[in-house]
């Protein structure tokens, strides 16, 4: 996630009381593995969008299990 | 005012506060088990299922574990505190008035909300422990404690409640009460219903249509009330002041088993000093201490265990008393020849410590030690437990 700001070995902060909306960053479980990923909620489509260019959008398909962790709102970065 | 209750339960909490981390093991078994003595102390849905039982120990059911790739937990209690404080904390905006039942159980207060929808308000405070915290929690509710808990366990069970049972809205009662077993009410243990079964009292319906009288001789006023309390009269309230504490405790099996003085004395004495810790916590001092030891009973060889309760000389919550009485009453029940799976201590006798009487023969500055244990707990805050410790805990940090 280095295009949002957010580096290997990086602390960050959850707000799990947040309802995530479309464009914040998320920590997810999908299909029991955490990822932090932003989120895309447009109509009934939910995608996970990486922000480093070398990987592809994720689809959530409705058979996956996909649940959203928390929001994240700050990342803590060691110098 | 009429009362009503809600008892929100959390749902095989310790396992659950495992998967808020591990959600990979959704879906799958998983067990807790106990520190050092591994027995059983949580399961998800998933392990019930496989017929493992509360309290086994895991050797036992090491085939089981293995053949359905059941995921195995040692616990982790400061990880289940601070979940169990998240819970308590989101319960308490939904209502002011709420007694912490126990780690993962409170009971809720609902007068003045009768005007919305008990249930919805159930489901929302479940909705929102789900989404602040990750854990899944079940919310009966019902005029009495007693019969919250009867709601809250056909929430737990019944899949199409949605984890939310409101006994006030519920057309049948009298069928549901023949439901449940006589010995799940709560404060009926089996002692109580094998009472209770040869007299046709099979059912918490049956209970509650008994005899007061009868109740009464048989089980006491506690009995009384309790059946009192199935009848939807309310006769135990929110305590919202937890009643002052009765005992300390600090217990534990070792890592390895024990088996000189040398260590034991070294063992007894770290657990002396997080009990003082504890006690100085609470701002309580103590007039008894006991120690405990035993061997483990799930293995082979020579077997023993001892307690022996002593009253202090003096009322005290100064570690150093403590300790010292301790050292003298392990090295009184103590034998060689012996391997030691556990040894505990436990205060009892509790009075607040600006409530202690002096002791006329007493030779001790009482204001020096106060001033040493207040430094000696504020070190230990801020650097962390056991960075400084007495001697007899030995010279590695516990």
């Known amino acids: ?79 | 005012m009429r009362p009503i209750f809600a008892l929100v339960d959390c749902n095989n909490f310790y396992a659950s506060c495992e998967r808020v981390f591990n959600p990979k093991f959704n879906g799958q078994p998983i067990v807790v088990l106990s520190n050092n003595e591994g027995c059983v102390v949580a399961r998800s849905n998933e392990a019930k299922a496989l017929g493992i039982g509360m309290g086994v120990p895991e050797f036992q059911i090491r085939p089981l574990l293995r053949a359905h790739h059941v995921q195995v937990f040692s616990s982790n209690y400061t990880l289940y505190g601070d979940m169990s404080q998240r819970v308590m904390e989101t319960l308490e905006q939904f209502c002011p008035d709420l007694e912490v039942y126990s780690i993962d159980e409170a009971f809720l207060s609902l007068v003045g909300f009768e005007r919305q929808n008990l249930s919805n308000y159930g489901r929302e405070i479940r909705r929102t422990v789900k989404q602040w915290t990750g854990i899944s929690v079940s919310v009966g509710i019902a005029e009495t404690k007693t019969l919250a808990k009867i709601a809250n366990r056909v929430a737990k069970r019944t899949p199409d409640t949605g984890g939310v049972f409101d006994l006030l809205a519920c057309r049948d009662r009298d069928a549901l009460l023949g439901r449940v077993a006589v010995e799940d009410v709560w404060g009926i243990g089996l002692n109580h219903a094998r009472l209770l079964k040869p007299h046709g009292i099979t059912s918490a319906q049956e209970l509650a249509g008994a005899d007061d009288r009868w109740i009464r001789k048989r089980m006491g006023i506690v009995g009384l009330r309790l059946v009192t309390e199935l009848r939807g009269v309310s006769c135990l309230d929110l305590e919202q002041c937890p009643a002052p504490k009765q005992s300390l405790t600090c217990s534990r099996a070792f890592g390895t088993l024990i088996n000189t003085l040398a260590e034991m004395e070294k063992a007894v004495s770290v657990y002396t000093s997080r009990v003082a810790e504890k006690l100085r916590r609470e701002g309580l001092a103590a007039a008894v201490l006991t120690v405990c030891l035993t061997t483990n009973e799930f293995k082979e060889g020579p077997q023993y265990s001892n307690t022996l309760t002593r009253k202090l000389p003096i009322v005290t919550d100064s570690t150093a008393d403590l300790i010292g009485s301790a050292l003298q009453s392990i090295r009184a029940i103590y034998r060689d020849g012996y391997y030691y799976k556990k040894a505990g201590v436990m205060l009892t006798g509790l009075v607040p410590a600006n409530q202690t009487q002096a002791d006329l023969f007493d030779d001790q500055d009482r204001r020096k030690s106060q001033r040493l244990m207040s430094a000696l707990d504020a070190v230990n805050d801020r650097w962390g437990g056991g960075t400084l410790q007495y001697a007899s805990s030995g010279f590695t940090k516990a």
């Open chain 1, 1 to 79: 996630m280095t295009g949002a700001g957010i580096h290997s070995g990086d602390l960050l902060i959850i707000d799990r009381s947040l309802e995530a909306v479309d464009g914040n960053v998320v920590v997810a479980a999908l299909d029991g593995e955490l990822t932090v990923k932003r989120l895309y909620k447009r109509d009934k489509t939910l995608r996970l969008l990486p922000s480093n260019k070398n990987y592809q959008p994720i689809e959530i398909q409705t058979q996956q299990s996909f649940e959203i962790w928390g929001v994240v709102t700050n990342g803590i970065h060691a110098l």
